[in-house]
């Protein structure tokens, strides 16, 4: 195809005005973004869903109104941190729907980087005053944890040895509370206090917002049988 003379002036002059225009922020969010939620609304939220769902009442059906309602911008009022377990998915237990809370699942729901990131992300750009980092019970990678702890030398294939690793100082907090207990119950919960804490104290976007009562983080366990969540902070 041949391509006129006045294509490649065109062409030289939209590049010329790119490479001169003021660069934006990465991830630059729009001036209207913002939850209109207060921390402790976004919780009683998540507890209300959470309530409906145990009971079998959920109110989300047919989506098709909510998904075109949310395409053109998102502004999630809550950010969950829970594991990847597939019986664990934050907005089918808190019954809430499209564009309702901002999700980041690994297995063990700890903090890692890609995950504050991503949190730092929502809480800069959407405002989402509520953190919550979401154990559960009968976890496999907690329960893999405590049971790598009592066998010293063994080691985890390939990245799964990140994963204990990461949840290991919340097995070895639990083993010391615990004497005849359940360690497995117990560390779940540690582990869950412990990325709470640590998500909060997370310079300096995470704790900036903690510091100013902008962001509230706290911490819960979910029960796989009776399908409600316990909080834990």
């Keep these: 195809m041949k391509l006129s003379r006045r294509y490649f002036l065109g062409a030289a002059t939209v590049m010329t005005a790119s490479l001169s225009a003021p660069r934006l922020p990465v991830f630059a969010a729009p001036a209207s973004s913002g939850s209109a939620v207060s921390a402790a609304e976004a919780l009683d939220r998540l507890k209300a869903g959470n309530k409906r769902y145990a009971a079998g009442k959920t109110i989300h059906g047919n989506l098709t ?26 907005e089918l237990i808190f019954d809430q729907s499209l564009g309702d809370v901002f999700v980041v699942r690994v ?9 504050i990131g991503s949190f730092e992300y929502a809480f800069s750009h959407f405002k ?17 944890t405590v049971d790598a702890m009592k066998t010293p030398g063994g080691d985890a294939p390939g990245d799964i040895a990140a994963i204990v690793n990461a949840i290991m100082p919340a097995a070895k907090a639990a083993a010391g509370k615990t004497s005849g207990g359940d360690i497995y119950a117990e560390a779940i919960a540690q582990n869950a206090r412990d990325n709470a804490e640590k998500l909060a104290a997370q310079g300096p976007v ?8 902008s962001l509230r983080v706290v911490s819960a366990v979910y029960d796989l049988k009776s399908g ?3 909080y834990l902070t």
């Design 65 to 90: 109104a909510r998904r075109d309602e949310v395409a053109p911008a998102q502004m999630p009022f809550a950010m969950v941190l829970s594991c990847a377990d597939s019986r664990v998915p934050p």
């Design 107 to 115: 297995a063990g729901n700890y903090a890692e980087t890609g995950g």
């Design 128 to 144: 989402s005053p509520l953190l919550l980092v979401l154990g559960h019970s009968a976890c496999g990678a907690v329960h893999a």
């Design 206 to 213: 995470l704790s900036g917002g903690v510091s100013a009562g």
């Design 228 to 230: 409600l969540v316990s």
